[in-house]
Nanobody, 117 residues
Framework: QVQLVESGGGLVQAGGSLRLSCAASGIIISIRHMAWYRQAPGKQREWVAKINSGGITTYADSVRGRCTISRDNAKNTVYLQMNSLKPEDTARYYC???????????WGQGIQVTVSS
């Protein structure tokens, strides 16, 4: 059974930082593409960042330069370091993983990030 469990969210002031964690079980993250998505109230879910099985990272324009996705293979955990947070970063953040292809088929329950102005 695959589980992705996010942690590290919360309330932070604009300009602050948070580090989200995604602890995986039932899969080995080093051979998967892993990603972070977010969904703000009333908006569609949007992709934030991705780290592929080769360790190559890509970012949405809205977070590039402010966020860093990384993974710790020994801990089977993916991280999203978010700096210089803005109120528009307020959303529920989800961790996702592929299953041998390129589609994200495994999803966590999400973690709330709220940035106050």
């Amino acid at each position: 059974q695959v589980q992705l469990v996010e942690s590290g969210g919360g309330l932070v002031q604009a300009g602050g930082s948070l580090r989200l964690s995604c602890a995986a079980s039932g899969i080995i993250i080093s051979i998967r593409h892993m990603a972070w998505y977010r969904q703000a109230p009333g908006k569609q879910r949007e992709w934030v960042a991705k780290i592929n099985s080769g360790g190559i990272t890509t970012y949405a324009d809205s977070v590039r330069g402010r966020c860093t996705i990384s993974r710790d293979n020994a801990k089977n955990t993916v991280y999203l370091q978010m700096n210089s947070l803005k109120p528009e970063d307020t959303a529920r953040y989800y961790c996702a993983a592929t299953n041998g292809g390129n589609d994200m088929v495994y999803w966590g329950q999400g973690i709330q990030v709220t940035v106050s102005s």
